[in-house]
């Protein structure tokens, strides 16, 4: 006759094992390469949104120091508003930098063995290129900081005097030339990366892609030559002179 008491245990039910902890939105986003392109977009709008906010402040420098010295005070105001952008800023910076060189990679290892004649179909030089235009605009922005920020490489630097600044500063051809090549780069980037956002954002069509790409070129073009304009306005003596 059979143990009543070892059947009993025997029918016992394991304990369930122990879920894992949910992962956060933002911890799936970055686990798969589309979350790391939809940060990629979502960090782009927001670099685009600053990018655009500096360059019209620059333009001030065409209204003289006044101008542009008064437009640096009003930004200083709010500290603690000033800090939050500028922390912002780093966090969009840094989400859109890793995640770039990483979704760069991994197309790198999808095709370990290059192409042994690569002839593109419809990739832009662009869209070629954007790692190396990525690395060139966080190159300028490193050099940017230590010499209108924080007056490491600019060669007469006087705190609060930010007209005077830039007009020490971009009055070296070498320094102009580089800040024009900077832009440009900027330029190249932001053309194949305001479409790819479009993509990525699921905003674009087979209908409106043509109006897209004209967007993202006019976008591009205008924020290039808008930067481009104050260097070369300082090196032929249009500000400053």
Known sequence: MPNVGSMATAAKPLPAPAL?????????????????????????????????GHMLGNL??????HQLNRYAELLRV??????TVRLVLLAAVLIHAIAGIQLWLARKDSRPVEY???????????????????????GFVVYHL???????ANPDFQRGDVFHNLVASLGRAAAAIFYVLAVAGLGVHLWHGLWSTFQSLGVSSRANTPV?????????????????A????VLFGVIGG
């Open 20 to 52: 894992p902890a949910r992962a956060s939105r933002l911890g799936v986003l970055w686990s798969s390469l589309v979350g790391k392109k939809a940060l990629m977009a979502a960090t782009g709008i927001v670099l685009l949104a600053f990018v655009l």
């Open 60 to 65: 001030q420098a065409f209204q003289g120091p």
């Open 78 to 83: 709010e500290p603690a508003l000033l800090w």
């Open 116 to 138: 042994r004649q690569y002839a593109p179909q419809t990739s832009t030089p662009a869209s070629r290129t954007m790692i190396w235009s990525g690395f060139l605009i966080l």
């Open 146 to 152: 230590l010499d209108l920020t924080f007056g490491v």
């Open 212 to 228: 897209l790409k004209r967007i993202a070129v006019t976008v591009a073009v205008v924020l290039g030559v808008g930067f481009a």
């Open 230 to 233: 104050i260097p070369l306005a």
